[in-house]
């Protein structure tokens, strides 16, 4: 896996005004109560998370909605594709393929060593 993404971290006090519409789940890596470094910017979250690069093992992996294995499939990811991993619960990750998403969970057994 090639080397950790670099991004922009905003310079002094982070504040938005007026109204932001929420994007649609699944989408941008955002959540309640985490969001993307780089959506610091853009949408208001209590923590912002730095991602950790990882990548897909060889069975290839479905990005859930919610972390259950029977919610739905925001997209299927092949084997090897780089993604960035924002959070951990038990066996799901909440993982994005970049800061414009999608975004979803994923189970963690499925990343690659």
Same mark, same amino acid.
């Given at each position: 896996?090639?080397? @950790?993404?670099? #991004?922009?971290?905003?310079?002094?006090? +982070?504040?938005?005004?007026?109204?932001?519409?929420?994007?649609?789940?699944?989408?941008?890596?955002?959540?309640? /109560?985490?969001?993307? +470094?780089? *959506?610091?910017?853009?949408?208001? @979250?209590?923590? #912002?998370?730095?991602?950790?690069?990882?990548?897909i093992?060889?069975?290839?992996?479905?990005?859930?909605? +919610?972390?259950?294995d029977?919610?739905?499939?925001?997209?299927?990811?092949?084997?090897?594709?780089? +993604?960035?991993? *924002? /959070? #951990?619960?038990?066996?799901?990750?909440?993982?994005?393929?970049?800061?414009?998403?999608?975004?979803? #969970?994923?189970?963690?057994a499925?990343?690659?060593?």
């Amino acid at each position: 896996m090639s080397a @950790a993404t670099e #991004y922009h971290l905003p310079d002094g006090p +982070i504040g938005l005004e007026g109204p932001v519409v929420r994007p649609a789940p699944g989408t941008l890596p955002l959540r309640g /109560d985490l969001a993307h +470094i780089a *959506l610091a910017g853009r949408y208001l @979250a209590a923590h #912002y998370v730095v991602p950790q690069p990882r990548a897909i093992g060889p069975e290839g992996a479905a990005l859930h909605l +919610i972390p259950r294995d029977d919610s739905d499939v925001v997209v299927q990811l092949d084997a090897g594709t780089a +993604i960035e991993a *924002l /959070d #951990y619960a038990g066996d799901w990750c909440w993982a994005t393929c970049g800061p414009e998403g999608p975004s979803g #969970y994923l189970r963690t057994a499925l990343l690659a060593p």
